[in-house]
């Protein structure tokens, strides 16, 4: 179970980010779960949607134990680094494109918890946002989240400067699209104009000007990456109190799609 939740590469991946495990002089203590089993048992609550007390014991760890870790590991901004890692490789092959990438939001439910509000396309009701770019392969570059209430212009900004240096087939890492397509909720003049600041073109759909259809050969690729986060079950409804929590497992899961991208 373990080795098919995390896999050789995927671990050499993780022992490069993972912080060393505290020590203990004055000794004793209760034996420290090895860092793969932890990892193995927080992939399958992500994925399986189970809540922390109902992992299985086959794992090792016990709920509350993996609990600890990942947040200690989410303090220390570990997934985020796991994803430009995942991401390294697919680009120093040279199999990202940087052409054409779009950006966009999704709705979920909330139950409670920081980064929430009313949801303005579900009456009302508490939820939060996930905020994603994406190159033209559908690999996304990075990722945000917020209240449902906030519109999505006010995630542009903050979404391109959150691109990680990320290695190229040749010269320096790149962190900048060379386009970036998005739909009406970003049709406003400053953000056109701070795009062009930093040489990114832009392909904004006008409100009462063009249909957003016209921009679906090029933004299907969001739409599909959007789609693929519903294979992390704990993102179908936000229930972390901890906004640093929910933005670790939407890192969990954007990590999941580009290493399965990498190990085909």
């Known amino acids: 179970m373990v080795e098919r939740l995390v896999p050789d590469e995927l671990w050499d991946l993780f022992e490069r980010v993972v912080p060393p495990a505290p020590s203990r002089p004055q000794g004793g203590g209760r034996r420290r779960y090895g860092d793969r089993e932890v990892l193995a048992a927080i992939i399958f609550v992500a994925t399986s949607g189970c809540t922390w007390r109902q992992l299985p014991p086959s794992f090792g760890p016990s709920g509350p134990t993996a609990h600890r870790r990942f947040t200690e590991w989410s303090k220390a901004r570990v997934w985020a680094t796991l994803h430009r890692l995942v991401l390294d490789e697919p680009g120093r092959r040279g199999d990202l494109d940087w052409s054409r990438c779009a950006i966009d939001s999704v709705n979920m439910r909330a ?3 920081e980064l929430t509000g009313p949801n303005p396309v579900d009456r009302g ?3 939060s946002k996930i905020h994603l770019i994406t190159e033209r392969t559908a690999l996304p ?3 945000g989240i917020s209240g449902a209430n906030l519109h999505d212009s006010q995630a542009l900004e903050p979404l391109v400067r959150g691109i990680p240096p990320i290695r190229s087939r040749r010269g320096p ?3 900048r699209p060379a386009k ?3 739909d009406k909720g970003y ?3 400053h953000l056109r104009r701070w795009l062009r600041q930093r040489c990114i073109t832009h392909r ?3 409100k009462g000007i063009e249909p957003s259809t016209r921009l679906g050969r090029h933004r299907w690729t969001i739409e599909h990456t959007m789609a693929w986060p519903a294979g992390c079950r704990r993102l179908h409804r936000r229930y972390e109190r901890k906004a640093d ?3 670790a497992f939407t890192s969990i899961a954007c990590t999941l799609i580009c290493y399965r991208r990498l190990a085909k």
């Open 111 to 113: 139950v409670k918890g």
């Open 125 to 127: 009701k508490k939820g």
């Open 141 to 143: 570059l990075s990722i």
């Open 173 to 175: 890492s790149r962190r």
């Open 180 to 182: 970036l397509h998005a």
């Open 187 to 189: 049709d406003y003049d």
């Open 204 to 206: 904004i759909a006008r």
């Open 245 to 247: 929590h929910f933005l």
